[in-house]
């Protein structure tokens, strides 16, 4: 089993340039998550998505749009990236949206310029 | 405002000793999750907790729920235990986890 998957691993962008970041997990998992992490602070969710078909907005979902588009991906588009964007970006997965444990991705590292 | 928070934020220990990590929130939550980011910046959860203690290896997870703490201790600790240590809980009956900020730990050999 491969886990999480998170496609690329780094991304340079210009302010209003737009990107997709796709994640997949192989665990038949119900409940995937995007979070992003920037220095001195902790991971804060943006967007997540119980079960197949369904999204929820997390903490910091401005800016952001998310595609359930199989019970396996889940993807994270930038519209129009801004410096402000520029982080560190894990998906995670869990059997449900319950108390289960998160599985996360290895992380996308993203600059906007 | 919720608030979780960590202490300390950095710890340097030598090979063997017992390390605490303490993780402190302010209202009530229905559960706590601590996690290890290697230095090459993977996550990995060690412990999910409600009540109680869990123990897995050298790791040993506690919570106190009247006093709104969590410990995580790491017995005979080793350089590969090197990482930052991250607590995140889940408030009432939300869905979301908060994440605190970390407690960076080196084990020097």
């Known amino acids: 089993n491969a886990g999480v998957t998170q496609t690329p691993k780094f991304q340079v962008l210009k302010t209003g340039q737009s990107m997709t970041l796709q994640c997949a997990q192989d665990?038949?998992?119900?409940?995937m998550y995007w979070y992003r992490q920037d220095p001195g602070m902790g991971l804060r969710l943006i967007y997540y998505s119980a079960s197949e078909g369904t999204t929820d907005k997390g903490e910091v979902p401005n800016g952001y749009n998310v595609s359930r588009l199989n019970k396996r991906e889940f993807s994270l588009r930038l519209e129009s990236a801004a410096p402000s964007q520029t982080s560190v970006y894990f998906c995670?997965?869990?059997?449900?949206?319950?108390?289960?444990?998160?599985?996360f991705g290895p992380g996308t590292r993203l600059t906007v310029l | 405002k919720n608030e979780v928070e960590q202490s300390p934020q950095n710890l340097t220990a030598q090979e063997g000793e017992f390390i605490t990590i303490n993780c402190s929130y302010s209202v009530g939550i229905s559960a706590l999750h601590w996690l290890q980011q290697h230095p090459g910046g993977g996550i990995v959860s060690l412990f999910m907790?409600?009540?109680?203690?869990k123990k897995h290896g050298r790791l040993i997870a506690t919570i106190n729920i009247q006093e709104k703490h969590s410990s995580l201790h790491i017995t005979a600790s080793h350089p590969r235990d090197s990482a930052v240590y991250i607590c995140a809980v889940r408030w009432g009956s939300g869905n979301q986890f908060y994440f605190g900020t970390g407690t960076s730990l080196t084990v020097i050999p």
């Open positions: 665990m038949n998992h119900n409940s």
């Open positions: 995670a997965s869990s059997e449900t949206l319950g108390v289960t444990t998160q599985y």
């Open positions: 907790l409600s009540s109680g203690k």
